[in-house]
């Protein structure tokens, strides 16, 4: 069976999906369980994926990239997180909040900043959570303060789960620079902060338990200096920025989940037909083929909803909406996926070096990013 087919693909989204197909069976697949065992930040198959031209490429094409919309960017999410979790997010998170920038920064800024991360010579990332404030934006207490006589904003504060902390050259940092009580959507904005800026501070976080090859950071913003012209857009701007932007990153993290229920039904199927008890392979059961019929099922619909979410996000058609309930369904469809593979592959499958372990581990992963699913049935209600 094929379960990442190409019938629900948009048709010109199918190039790209199988580029992206067999660089994961080339360099993702064959490194997953030594770079989860490892933890160590994939520098190798980013590289390689660079010079494929299949990192950074939602970046337009004036600016040296693909040009990659939100469709295209799923169909590469799905392949390439069936294969590892892990390196597929080290890869994605290369370019994560460029889009940021490219929509609303300025022609200085864009041919500065992403112009060598969509060449493959820089990395970049967001800077949004805290260690305190996860999933409320407008609760965001890292300051941005602007300094008249130099002409430049400073920033204190922390933040916290920040991929690409430690080895980006430069983040779109989100802070403070209102206290208005009455407006509380347009008290933050976002800059531009390169790492080797004055007063940045980073380190990996503790080890995580799962996607052990994608790197976090936590961020120390000690009176860290940056121009003026880093602001991006306009001041007070931050939250409506970061509010649209969500909406494409959700969909690709409901790919993130897509790929890894179709890693946990594989690891499952694989097993159940090659083992065999009480005289008779596991797959002879009923019960146990109306739990793969479950996830085949959930798997389909979540799917189908996120490709639909896909091309609704695309068109500017109720984004939101659509977003945060594909992102909760497909997430939380690969969590029941690992839960039932883990069942049917019976003390076997809490040994580390096993698919299917990684993946139980893995999906616990993005159910919280992205806004955890509790805030995405908020969201789904209210624009419902």
């Not at 948009?10 to 490194?31: D, T």
């Not at 200085?108 to 967001?126: C, M, N, S, W, Y």
């Not at 989100?174 to 390169?194: I, K, W």
């Not at 372990?357 to 990013?369: L, Q």
Request: with cysteine; glycine share 10%; net charge negative.
């Amino acid at each position: 069976m094929e379960l990442l087919a190409d019938d629900i693909v948009p048709e010109y989204a199918r190039e790209v999906k199988h580029e992206a197909r067999e660089f994961a069976e080339e360099y993702i697949a064959p490194n997953a369980e030594e770079r989860f065992r490892e933890a160590e930040y994939p520098h190798d198959i980013l590289e390689a994926g660079q010079d494929a031209g299949l990192v950074a490429q939602d970046i337009g094409e004036e600016l040296g990239g693909r040009g990659l919309d939100v469709v295209q960017m799923l169909a590469v999410a799905e392949e390439w997180f069936r294969a590892d979790a892990g390196i597929a997010l080290s890869l994605q998170l290369a370019s994560f909040g460029a889009e940021i920038v490219e929509k609303y920064g300025t022609d200085e800024q864009k041919e500065e900043f992403l112009r060598p991360v969509a060449e493959g010579d820089q990395i970049t990332g967001l800077a949004v959570s805290e260690p305190d404030t996860g999933s409320d934006l407008s609760g965001m207490q890292t300051t941005a303060e602007r300094d008249d006589e130099t002409d430049e904003w400073v920033l204190n504060g922390e933040k916290y789960w920040i991929g690409n902390g430690v080895e980006g050259d430069w983040l779109t940092v989100y802070a403070r620079t209102g206290d208005d009580e009455d407006n509380r959507y347009g008290n933050h904005s976002l800059f531009v902060v390169p790492t080797d800026a004055e007063g940045y501070e980073a380190e990996h976080i503790p080890e995580k338990m799962g996607m052990r090859a994608s790197k976090q950071a936590h961020i120390v913003f000690d009176d860290c200096r940056i121009p003026a012209e880093n602001l991006v857009g306009s001041e007070g701007a931050g939250f409506m920025l970061l509010a649209e932007f969500f909406n494409h990153g959700r969909v690709v993290v409901a790919g993130h989940g897509l790929g890894l229920a179709a890693a946990a039904f594989e690891e499952a199927w694989e097993f159940v037909h090659g083992r065999e008890e009480f005289g008779r392979t596991i797959a002879d059961f009923q019960a146990v083929q109306h739990g793969l019929a479950d996830m085949r099922t959930e798997f389909e619909s979540s799917r189908a909803l996120t490709y639909r979410a896909a091309e609704k996000v695309r068109d500017g058609d109720n984004p939101g909406l659509w977003a945060a309930m594909a992102k909760t369904k497909a997430t939380e469809t690969a969590t029941d996926c690992a839960e039932q593979g883990m069942q049917f592959h019976g003390g076997r499958s809490i040994l580390t070096d096993r698919r299917i372990a990684r993946v139980y581990r893995d999906v616990r992963i993005p159910v919280v990013y992205e806004g955890a699913n509790e805030i995405q049935r908020n969201l789904v209600y209210r624009q419902s």
